[in-house]
């Protein structure tokens, strides 16, 4: 297992910026596909991004994509997500998960999460 550990949430204006960050410890990082997923108070958690091990490729949802950017670094052991453009719609806790497997959209294929980071984007 990797224990994961985000940072960078807090409250922004529409249209404005955030770059969450993922530090993960533990089992070889890169051995691991990267996501990101998200939940609002009354709803279900949701895919937002994901990255392969080596960062060859990325998913993104529908409703993020061209304003989110998922990016890893091996080296240091962190994946990043920065989100541009925010909408109000994009408040949620946010979650790093790491997957063993292939499949990167569905929670249930990862084995481990952080504790979630709060953002809160203001009309």
């Known amino acids: 297992q990797v224990q994961l550990v985000e940072s960078g949430g807090g409250l922004v204006q529409a249209g404005g910026s955030l770059r969450l960050s993922c530090a993960a410890s533990?089992?070889?990082?890169?051995?691991?596909?990267m996501a990101w997923f998200r939940q609002a108070p009354g709803n279900e958690r949701e895919f937002v991004a994901s990255?392969?091990?080596?960062?060859?490729?990325?998913l993104y949802a529908a409703s993020v994509k061209g304003r989110f950017t998922i990016s890893r670094d091996n080296d240091k052991n962190t994946v990043d997500l920065q989100m541009n453009s925010l909408k109000p719609e994009d408040t949620a806790v946010y979650y790093c998960?790491?997957?063993?497997?292939?499949?990167?959209?569905?929670?249930?294929?990862?084995?481990?999460w952080g504790q979630g980071t709060q953002v809160t984007v203001s009309s």
């Open positions: 998960a790491a997957s063993g497997g292939l499949i990167l959209t569905l929670p249930e294929y990862f084995t481990s």
């Open positions: 533990g089992r070889t990082f890169s051995s691991y596909g």
């Open positions: 990255i392969t091990r080596s960062s060859g490729s990325t």
